[in-house]
């Protein structure tokens, strides 16, 4: 099978996780026979000091031309505190996201059981999560109106959404809900917001063609202690752009394992793949990343272009990493190894068969093991 991949690193630690992803794509080639053309665009602070622009149009146009994208991380501190930043590399993000009509944001949360003591959260709390974020991505209030008046001493954000933008998205959320453990939690701010109260009318709607998935509603601040005190008790979340924005990174550290989360971003021309986390501006260049949660995000886009079974292979390979304590040190400081070596590893169980006994500890000292 042919496909053509577009490979946006962009700042901080997202060029080296996605090298370790793309070692891993060759690997998936070598193995299952497929040509991957990579096509590699800029995005982010790495465009603007090249371009002066976040997201040059030669970007949107490979973007559009994939059959889906691979993202690595935006944002450069040296923005960050200057609110006087007339460009910032974030727009990148939010004009690739309109450009390609990325409107659904899927974050799954897993557990991963040798994991467990990362967690924030006791072990008897989070026993059982497995639940999915589906954030609405191109509209609301990042997208509405917004100024300044008075002169510039008041401004102002709109959120704004039209029944289709709502509908589109819910229509995925509950196929996603169908498909899983059957419940569909909206969450809105409906006793106070008119556009949240849109939402509920075409959920309650839509929930009717919907008989098998049972639908509830919470309040955002209520939700966001809930997600917190009883992970378990979610399947599919349904939430707009600002409370998923800020929902989805709470969900994200439940289970102790943000470096292994990926994403994807479905749209209307392209998708894009990505790992939930930042830039990491402190460890950028130290090989000390964890590329899993893009590698993740690459198998999440093999299985969007239909390679199921490949998809798969990736996680499993990932799996095995972790459960053989080969992995860095955000997640075992005092035994761990480089983000390239664990590229090395889980691209070399995702292209040879390993024995069970194959031995790993060589690894430490800085060889891969022979197989
Ligand atoms: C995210 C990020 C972005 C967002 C930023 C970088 C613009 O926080 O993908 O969640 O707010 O959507
Ligand atoms: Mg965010």
């Not at 690997?27 to 995005?43: K, T």
């Not at 993202?71 to 200057?82: C, L």
């Amino acid at each position: 099978m042919k496909k053509r991949i577009a490979v946006v690193p962009g700042d901080g630690i997202g060029p080296e996780v996605i090298k370790q992803a793309i070692k891993v794509l060759e690997a998936v080639s070598n193995r299952y026979n497929h040509e991957f053309i990579l096509d590699y665009a800029l995005m982010g602070a790495i465009a603007i000091d090249e371009t002066g622009d976040p997201l040059p149009q030669e970007t949107i146009d490979i973007c559009k031309m994939s059959d889906g994208v691979l993202f690595g991380a935006i944002g450069d501190p040296k923005y960050d505190n200057d609110p006087t930043a007339k460009v910032r590399p974030e727009q990148g993000l939010l004009r690739l996201r309109k450009a390609l009509g990325l409107y659904a944001n899927i974050r799954p949360v897993r557990l991963f059981a040798s994991l467990m003591d990362r967690s924030p959260l006791k072990e008897e709390r989070i026993l059982g999560t497995d639940l999915v974020v589906y954030r609405e991505l191109t509209s609301g209030i990042y997208f509405g109106d917004k100024g300044r008046v008075e002169g510039g001493c008041a401004a102002f954000d709109t959120c704004y959404y039209t029944v289709e933008e709502i509908t589109r998205i819910a229509k995925m959320a509950f196929e996603a809900a169908t498909r899983r453990r059957g419940l569909l939690t909206l969450v809105d701010k409906a006793n106070v917001l008119e556009s949240s109260r849109l939402w509920r009318e075409v959920v309650q709607k839509m929930a009717l063609e919907y008989p098998d998935v049972s639908v509830d509603y919470l309040f955002v601040d209520n939700a966001a202690m809930q997600v917190v005190q009883q992970p378990s008790r979610f399947d599919v979340i349904l939430t707009e752009n600002m409370f998923g924005d800020i929902i989805s990174d709470e969900t994200s550290v439940i289970t102790g394992s943000i470096g292994l989360l990926p994403s994807a971003s479905l749209g209307l021309s392209s998708s894009l793949f990505e790992p939930i986390h930042g830039s990491y501006p402190e460890a950028a260049g130290k090989d000390i990343a964890n590329p899993l949660a893009t590698i993740l995000s690459l198998a999440m886009l093999l299985e969007h272009v239909g390679l199921i079974e490949e998809a798969r292979r990736v996680e499993a390979a990932v799996e095995l990493v972790i459960d053989k304590g080969l992995v860095t040190p955000d997640l075992n400081d005092e035994h761990f190894i480089s983000c390239s070596k664990v590229g090395d590893v889980v691209a070399m169980m995702v292209e040879s068969d390993l024995d069970e006994d194959t031995s790993f500890d060589n690894i430490f000292e800085g060889n891969l093991p022979l197989i």
